[in-house]
């Protein structure tokens, strides 16, 4: 009786938690909407009169391409947009230079390479870029890649510039399962598809320490190459002064690494007086709601998906989460646009790790019904365009990636965490009760594979490795010999895979429009429309959305709330506390990438 009434408390106390909770953020969607509609309001009106200086805030986290977020008006442009943005602005006799804050703690590498290459195309318009750094505080080289083409760099005198190169860690989680008796069991194809391993190994496999090694010096060579030229320093020069840090705001300006100390307001007055003396600040942010993006002339269809590729929508939690792309959601909007009366060519900007194969398989469908009436397909990869990223990319016409680009990874894993052996050790046990073949019970996470388990596991892997590397081989017209060899699972930058011919081109997302220009047969010079599928929604339109995920989110505590006081979960609940171990046992959700 008394856990009937401690359960029962908590789910009274819970429910009006979260209805609280859900009036502040209902609140604060209200507030975040009327803030977007005066924004829009103001924008109507246009921007300030006169020459503008353009400010660019690099400290802001900034996704690849805007989310699907109801909140996604209230999102700082997204790399594609800022480089759009820069393209745009360098044919704008408005816009007399560009003032950019430094971002201080790193950022993806082919996020800061495409920045990298965006300004130096802004300055060939022949106007001033300005970035100012309240200092290089990560090690990673990124952060000085990112704005290295700039005109001048600032630095505040008491920063410090410690950019050095490039590290990362990776945890290794296999003597921790041990410990408490926790199975990991997968199977990999090949041998350098090691995402697994941080379950399953407690160090690096010498396979998957060359090709870490591999593609971390691919990056670290890239990034000192470009910021070298954007600083007009001989590489050799630059990689040196990198490798000696940290140094100080003086003797960082003394080696030049940086033109000028001082303040930020200092670096804007600098950047206002080299634009003419007579310009005023407007944020980038208020530049793109002006409708600067707005364009006529024959369409280009751009469709984005970034996150994880799983089946379904794809669609995430309103108040937070990770994007994901959903094959029907992408599948669908491939169609639309190949449908969609004039369009001539889809770009379709990929940014992500990989994930389910059946909606990467989806995706390929959709993109090669769109060649077959007759669009031609540019995929642009934006970070990373790995495993299930580049079976989506496979069929294009052309690809793109960054020089960074963290790609390939022809390769495909499965496997379950068997948790048996640790609930053994606070005395709970789950039997299995199955009908039917002997492979009903296969992904039970408290039962090992059995050996005929296994081997359908296996083969059903085999065939998917099998019909990976088809699509590759079809789609970049290589041999299977070719495929077999530079497959394997193996992740490659997208410089390296240029020279293995799994990619066409480096560059961003420019220079994909610009390909898929020449594939639909648009004369150089001419205006295009590049036109999102689906469409970007409004505030109002989005707000709209934020109810119905409210409403879904109500009904949804309700069946929480229910499911809470059925008996099997009282069951656990006892358990759980029986238990006393003290251990808390989390099993990361695990899916073939």
Known sequence: MKQFFITLFGSIVGVIIGS????????????????????????????????????????????????????????????????????????????????????????????????????????????????????????????????????????????SFATAGLAGEIGFFGGALDRFEIEADFIQYLEYKNAPNVYTEEGFTPEHLEATLSYFGSIYDTAIANAASGRSIDAASLQSLIESAPHSAESAREAGLVDELGHVAAARAAVIERAGGDATIAELEDYRHSGALNSYGPRIALVEGQGAIVTGRGVSSPFGGDPMIGG????????????????????????????????????????RRAQDDGIPVVVSMGA??????????????????????????????????????????VGINFEQVAVGGEFAGAYSPNESWTESQRAAINAELGNIYEDFTQRVAEGRDLSSEQVADIARGRVWTGEQALERDLVDEIGGFMEAVEAARRLAGIEAGQSISIQRFPRERSPFEAFQELFGVSAESAQSLAQLNALMNAPEMQALIEARQAAQSGQELRSPAVQPR
């Open 328 to 367: 029907d959601a992408m599948a669908e909007a491939i169609t639309d646009a190949a449908e969609a009366s004039g369009t001539r060519a889809i770009v379709v900007r990929v940014d992500s790790p990989g994930g389910s194969s059946i909606a990467s398989d989806q995706i390929w469908d959709a993109i």
């Open 20 to 159: 609280v909770l859900t009036l502040i953020l209902l609140f604060v969607a209200l507030g975040a909407l009327i803030g977007a509609l005066s924004a829009e309001a103001e924008d109507a009106g246009g921007l300030p009169s006169g020459r503008l200086v353009l400010e660019i805030d690099l400290r802001e986290g900034r996704l690849d391409q805007p989310s699907r977020s109801p909140f996604a008006f209230t999102e700082p442009a997204s790399i594609v947009d800022v480089v759009r943005l820069l393209d745009r602005a360098s044919r704008d006799d408005r816009v007399a230079g560009v003032f950019i804050r430094a971002n201080e703690f790193g950022m993806a590498p082919a996020h800061a390479e495409e920045l990298n290459r965006a300004i130096a195309a802004f300055r060939e318009s022949g106007r001033p870029v300005i970035a100012h750094s309240q200092g290089f505080n990560s090690t990673s080289v990124t952060t000085y890649l990112a704005i290295a083409s700039a005109d001048e760099i600032w630095l505040q005198d008491t920063a």
């Open 384 to 425: 990373a365009a790995a495993s299930g990223g580049y079976y989506i990319a496979a069929p294009a016409d052309h690809i793109v990636a960054n020089a960074t680009t963290i790609t390939g990874s022809i390769g495909v894993y499965g496997g379950k965490i068997n948790l048996d052996g640790a609930f053994g050790l």
